[in-house]
């Protein structure tokens, strides 16, 4: 086994459970900060174990771009090269693709796209993207799918979500063929580590993991097409099922009601990650409808920006209100941020344009998101409505 | 007394000793890191405080423009507002509107200058520069000094020495009229501190710590005019001293000739302070020649630029062939980057414009520096010749 999933505790739909990879356990539910090309932008990884993060997102598309796929194998994988010993997912590289717009052309057989960084010409299909997310080695990758853009029309929902069922067995079908190439197998260092994760899943000494592939719902907001597409990859066959293709523009009314609907359709003894979303109001309900795992790039994106979240809701720190405020950022935050530093000073590094704004700025946002979800696992597990945070 | 400075160990012309302020005890000689703005660039305090910084520069030039003297006042001076509990030492001012060329008009009373952010006109003179110091509150601050340019004749030097003399006596005597009003005598929370700097320097519960005022000695590129400067600096009286207007484009051999001849004329007994230098193995050197204190932008300017001081010497961190370096940035540091990325991590980073570049080589460069010192130090201590290192 490379992947196990128990569940400890439930409270309506909601569920706290233990993912275990060769790399880490993970409590879910998870909140993934995201660490686009190996690095959670600004943060150290010793501060990112400090803050808690169990397992974090990587971007098979910019990382294929840049340092690229054979130097980061040669490395031991993305745990080596960025010397991270938890747990690491990354996406197929679908969205990032797909968020290119002019520069990407789609067919059966993949897509064609230009890099964002230099306009040379480039060719993902299933193959090729689990090609490079074995060669990343990530301890969980995705299936190769096309998110559907907002709005589409029936047809093309329909059309969309059937070639990503395609696509999703062409993942599979090249992963279970090649899944024995993940660096970390061959590596001389990481065995050790491996065999710890094999011997935490109760499989001492084993190490013999590898990779664990979930595969894509998508079907745009057709609830019908949802299920189609939750039945025809549940029948494929994955250790876990992701939600994709949301947060791409709906009303997060709309969001919401796909991602209960679809929920229904996924088998309820394994993983359930849901892509891209959301604000710590959206991961607390996520949670609350039984997602166990979950990523986004607003509390990294939104800390550059002088947005942070707050217990008292939302702070722009770049404003002049702040400017002799002594108190912390959050009177309710136990980070180090909010320890040792006044609004004043973090309005100041950010007028300032210092580099310290953005280190101080994401380290805070990304302990509201783990905190919350710490108090939402702890609010599961003793039974309470989770959603009552 | 506000300042205590003890020799503990001398080896030819170096010694070792400890400098007690109100908020520190910091063992000299001593690389003091440069944060302008009230932040090491990149660097968050409690790294700071790991690396072993026991004091950090800030510019008064800059922290006059923004956030202002009167909000670093409120909150409770430099020391409150970026949450450091260590020793602050701040610069004049001068050498940063020295710095401006065009922007800058000197008179008898003053300098009248132009802000680098939005071009508006102020005024620094020996009183004004003294009550921005005070309002900053770090431990030490620097008379108001004119730094003479390079090169200059023997006319031109002489006149700038002696307005700098004349500046000298006029600083002292503002703040001995003033030196009351520092912020943390007043601040609530902060005599506590002062009070325990106070208990350090076996003045128990006293309290009534004031900042301290170095002199500084100009004179050019000439030995003489350093002498009389030292002298009539002296004269004055001053609990410390420092060496400005060099590294302004002389050849290094010349600095390091005025920095030798100049420090025969200031007193043995009390620190001495080489402003705005140098290499790694230049602060070596000025250690050896009895210099207790240097600061200089390089550590962090350079990585900022990707370039690396390493036991091995410097690394450019932007080249290619580092890509596939999986060896740490230097084998013999200790420090948390070199225990725990690759060379060819740092160098991806660096490549791809991430703000971990700069977070990760300022913590090695500081780390180097301050590793530096540190064994200069024990040197020292032992009798041996610090040039070795």
């Given amino acids: ?232 990859t549940i029948e494929i066959g994955f250790p876990g099922y992701a939600i994709g293709g949301l947060s791409v523009g709906e009303p997060r009314e709309l969001t919401r009601e796909i991602v209960e609907s679809t929920l229904e359709h996924l088998p309820a003894d394994q993983p359930r990650y849901l892509m891209g979303v959301g604000t710590p109001e959206e991961i607390v309900e996520y949670a609350s409808l039984g997602v166990d795992m979950m990523d986004c790039v607003l509390p990294t994106r939104a800390a550059r920006h002088g947005l942070l979240f707050t217990s008292e809701g939302k702070v722009s720190i770049k404003q002049a209100r702040y400017a002799q405020d002594a108190g912390p950022l959050d009177p309710n935050c136990g980070c180090r941020v909010c320890k040792r530093y006044s609004r004043a000073y973090l309005r100041h590094l950010y007028a300032s344009n210092e580099v310290l704004a953005q280190v101080l700025n994401t380290i805070h946002n990304l302990s509201f998101y783990l905190d919350t979800m710490r108090r939402v696992r702890h609010s599961i597990s003793l039974g309470e409505e989770s959603r009552s945070f």
Same sequence: chains 1, 2.
């Avoid at 052309?105 to 306009?119: A, I, M, N, P, Q």
Wanted: proline residues 4%; aromatic residues 8%.
């Fill in 1 to 232: 086994m490379s992947l196990t999933f128990e569940i400890n505790s439930r409270s309506g739909k909601a569920r706290t459970g233990r993912l275990l990879t060769p790399y880490a356990v993970i409590e879910t539910p998870v909140f993934m900060p995201v660490g686009t090309v190996g690095s959670v932008k600004g943060v150290p990884q010793d501060t990112l174990e400090e803050l808690g993060a169990q397992i974090i997102l990587g971007n098979t598309y910019h990382l294929y771009l840049r340092p690229g796929v054979d130097t980061v194998r040669k490395l031991g994988g993305l745990h080596g090269f960025m010397a991270w010993r938890r747990a690491i997912l990354t996406d197929s590289g679908g969205f990032q693709v797909f968020s290119l717009n002019e520069l990407r052309k789609v067919s059966e057989e993949g897509v064609t796209f230009r890099s964002h960084l230099d306009g040379s010409s480039h060719f993902f299909s299933p193959e090729s993207a689990m090609e490079a997310q074995i060669g990343l080695g990530a301890d969980i990758i995705m299936a190769f799918d096309e998110c559907t853009e907002y709005p589409a029309d029936q047809a093309r929902m329909r059309a969309s979500m059937e070639m990503t069922a395609r696509w999703a067995a062409r993942s599979k079908k090249y992963f279970e063929g090649h899944k024995e190439g993940v660096p970390w197998r061959a590596a001389s260092e990481i065995p050790t580590l491996a065999a710890e994760g094999a011997a935490r899943m109760g499989h001492p000494g084993s190490g013999d993991s590898t990779q664990s592939l979930f595969g894509i719902v998508q079907g745009g907001m057709d609830r019908a097409l949802r299920k189609e597409s939750a039945e025809r």
